[in-house]
């Protein structure tokens, strides 16, 4: 046990007091412990610091002025003491071997591997499983197979670091783009998982519903990496985020989950949209000028 890398679990949170004693107490139940727990609060309203103080020195509580996570996270890259640390909503939690099982595929991963990411189990909300798809850098040019809540080399993270200019959305994606762009690899582990609450609004939902905002941030995220992304690859990337394709996606999530009402609705609204304002034809012009810089 001692030839094992070190981990410290971070668990970043605002205002996620209800639920943060679960998240706490999954991680110092570990099967293989960490060698620290450290809750960062960024500028929590909700007595989360009272919370905490009820678990005493088993956990390291930073609390930030409230700038937002992207500034939140950086800042607890200077804090980490672990050669790898978890990050852990706030809201979620962890099967007991979690640090255990991720662990073990770093010991077999390559000299590369910085990430380590499970399947997850959803609940609350909504309740589903997901199991992640095998680690392709291809794939990742299209869209984001890596959730936050994965183990992750330290010394990779504090390389790339999280870049504010996401902070509206996607910054988790730019920073698992970041890595690989910097010759960093990852790889998934099946034996154990990461349990996520699902809420009726989330600000995940909110950025994936906001089509033309993640149309931006995918343009953005191109323009970034443009060794990265061929030609091909940035036209693939950005047909695959368009607002076209977005709008169809959209309808076709309502209408499976029986919204018939919400189906129309925003059937004639994306109409409307496509009739009156051409905005497609120049954005593929954009796109073209773009791709040929």
Same mark, same amino acid.
């Given at each position: 046990m001692n030839n094992k890398p070190t981990v410290s679990v971070v668990i970043p949170t605002y205002n996620y007091g209800k639920y943060i004693k679960q998240a706490i107490e999954s991680a110092l139940n570990q099967t293989l412990p960490p060698c620290e727990v450290i809750v960062a609060d960024d500028g929590s309203t909700d007595g989360t610091d009272q919370i905490v103080a009820e678990f005493c020195d088993k956990v390291r509580y930073i609390r930030y002025e409230h700038k937002g996570i992207c500034h939140l996270r950086n800042a607890l890259l200077n804090e980490i003491k672990g050669e790898w640390f978890l990050n852990l909503d706030a809201d979620d939690y962890l099967a007991p071997d979690f640090i255990e099982q991720s662990i073990e595929e770093v010991m077999s991963g390559e000299e590369t591997l910085a990430v380590v990411y499970p399947d997850r189990t959803y609940f609350g909300a909504k309740n589903f499983e997901v199991i992640s798809e095998e680690f392709s850098v291809q794939k990742m040019k299209h869209r984001n197979l890596i959730v936050m809540n994965s183990l992750i080399n330290t010394a990779a993270a504090k390389s790339v670091g999280?870049?504010?200019?996401?902070?509206?959305?996607?910054?988790?994606?730019?920073?698992?783009?970041?890595?690989? !762009?910097?010759? #960093?690899?990852?790889?998934?582990?099946? *034996?154990?998982? &990461?349990?996520?609450?699902?809420?009726?609004? %989330?600000?995940?939902?909110?950025?994936? !519903?906001?089509? #033309?905002?993640?149309?931006?941030?995918? *343009?953005?995220? &191109?323009?970034?990496?443009?060794?990265?992304? %061929?030609?091909?690859?940035?036209?693939?990337?950005?047909? #695959?985020?368009?607002?076209?394709?977005?709008?169809?996606?959209?309808i076709l999530q309502l209408l499976g989950a029986r919204h018939y009402l919400l189906t129309v609705l925003y059937a004639i609204k994306y109409f409307v949209i496509v009739l009156f304002h051409p905005w497609w034809i120049i954005g593929d012009i954009r796109r073209l000028k773009f791709l040929n810089k």
């Open positions: 999280f870049d504010i200019a996401f902070a509206s959305g996607l910054e988790d994606y730019d920073f698992f783009m970041g890595l690989i !762009n910097a010759g #960093y690899t990852a790889k998934v582990q099946h *034996k154990s998982r &990461v349990f996520c609450r699902v809420h009726e609004k %989330s600000r995940t939902s909110a950025i994936h !519903n906001d089509i #033309y905002r993640t149309n931006r941030l995918i *343009k953005q995220m &191109v323009v970034k990496y443009p060794k990265l992304f %061929s030609k091909k690859e940035a036209r693939d990337a950005l047909d #695959y985020y368009n607002v076209t394709t977005a709008m169809r996606m959209h």
